[in-house]
């Protein structure tokens, strides 16, 4: 990453480069599960003898790959805070996982939360 802005200085414009692949992936491979999706269910309804179920609503699927791009770009923003990409990975996934464990807890979860 220093080399990078040892080449380009204008740090906008590197980080735009590093940043908007990986968000732009991250839509890509939503509609990809979108689209596997569909005869996933209709395999399954078929499998279990029942009939498919085929709404779902525009502002869900929405929120859905909007809660996936700002989790990417979370990745994103800690794998450039620390220039260490494993150190970044391990936690956002712990992050999440700590958090579901607090969300468990019940009253005591909601006093930690606050």
Request: contains cysteine; charged residues 10%; hydrophobic residues 65%.
């Given at each position: ?12 414009r590197v ?11 991250a839509?890509?491979a ?9 005869p ?15 709404n ?7 929120g ?5 791009v700002?989790m ?6 800690m794998?450039?805070?620390?220039l260490?990409?494993?150190?970044a990975?391990?936690?956002?996934l ?8 607090v ?6 979860g909601e006093?930690?939360?606050?």
């Open positions: 990453m220093l080399t990078t802005f040892a080449l380009e200085p204008r740090r906008a980080l735009a480069a590093k940043c908007l692949p990986a968000l732009a992936t839509v890509v939503c509609l990809f599960a979108l689209a596997a999706a569909v996933a269910t209709a395999v399954a309804a078929a499998v279990r003898g029942v009939e498919a179920s085929w779902v609503a525009l502002q869900t699927v929405l859905w790959i909007t809660v996936m700002l990417t770009a979370q990745g994103l923003a794998g450039l805070l620390l260490n990409a494993p150190a990975i391990v936690i956002c712990a992050g999440t996982a700590l958090w579901s464990f969300a468990q807890l019940g009253e005591t006093t930690l939360d606050e």
